[in-house]
Structure formats: C-alpha cells, structure tokens
Nanobody, 122 residues
Framework: VQLQASGGGLVQAGGSLRLSCAAS????????MAWFRRAPGKERDFVAA????????VYADSVKGRFTVSRHNTKNTAYLQMNSLKPEDTAVYYC????????????????WGQGTLVTVSS
C-alpha cells in the first residue's frame, strides 16, 4: 500500500486543520494507521493512531483533547483533525501504516507517506 498525506498549511494559533492520508495499491482495511510528526531539529514523534477497525484511538499527551484521529475504510483514507493549534505543533506530519498491534510505535511502521508541513504562527 502507498500513502499520500495532504492538508498541511499555515494557520494562526488557535486555528484548525484537517490532514488526510489517502491509501492506494493495497488493502487499507488491513492496516492500523498512525500519525507522527517531526519538528525542526527534533526526532519523529508519535501523535495519534487508530486500529484498522476505526476503534482504539490513542494520542500523545501533548495533543489529547485537541486532535482527533479517524479513518474511512471505504474511502481508503485516514484523517487527523487538529484543533486549538499551538506554535509548538509546527512540524512535518507523516501518516504511516502497520499490521503490528503496537501501532503507536514508530519502529513498527514500515509504510510511510511523504509528509505534509503544518506551520502554526503565534
């Protein structure tokens, strides 16, 4: 399966964005999906993940209550709704897919999208 992330952009603090991750070339419903991000000068960090069924959403503490991960299996797309954005959310956001049950760990993901840049201005 191939992944393509989109939806990034420039937004003011307090604003919202929705990222999309479109899958092609494989059985999307077989994969648990996750979002990670890499801020300038930092490592790639976990943001959110959801099971292949659409249940079992988990979040990094830094985004709990502000971000929502979801998926639409018939559209082969995963989403990350980001509300109340903060300047520290500025990063390149990546979607990733795995069949591993530990879907919140970056090392367990071997299928990655190209990344989409989110910039939050203060």
């Amino acid at each position: 399966v191939q992944l393509q992330a989109s939806g990034g952009g420039l937004v003011q603090a307090g604003g919202s964005l929705r990222l999309s991750c479109a899958a092609s070339g494989g059985a999307f419903g077989n994969y648990n999906m996750a979002w990670f991000r890499r801020a300038p000068g930092k490592e790639r960090d976990f943001v959110a993940a959801v099971r292949r069924s659409g249940t079992g959403a988990v979040y990094a503490d830094s985004v709990k209550g502000r971000f929502t991960v979801s998926r639409h299996n018939t559209k082969n797309t995963a989403y990350l709704q980001m509300n109340s954005l903060k300047p520290e959310d500025t990063a390149v956001y990546y979607c990733a897919a795995t069949t591993n049950i530990n879907y919140a760990h970056v090392a367990n993901h071997h299928i990655w999208g190209q990344g989409t840049l989110v910039t939050v201005s203060s």
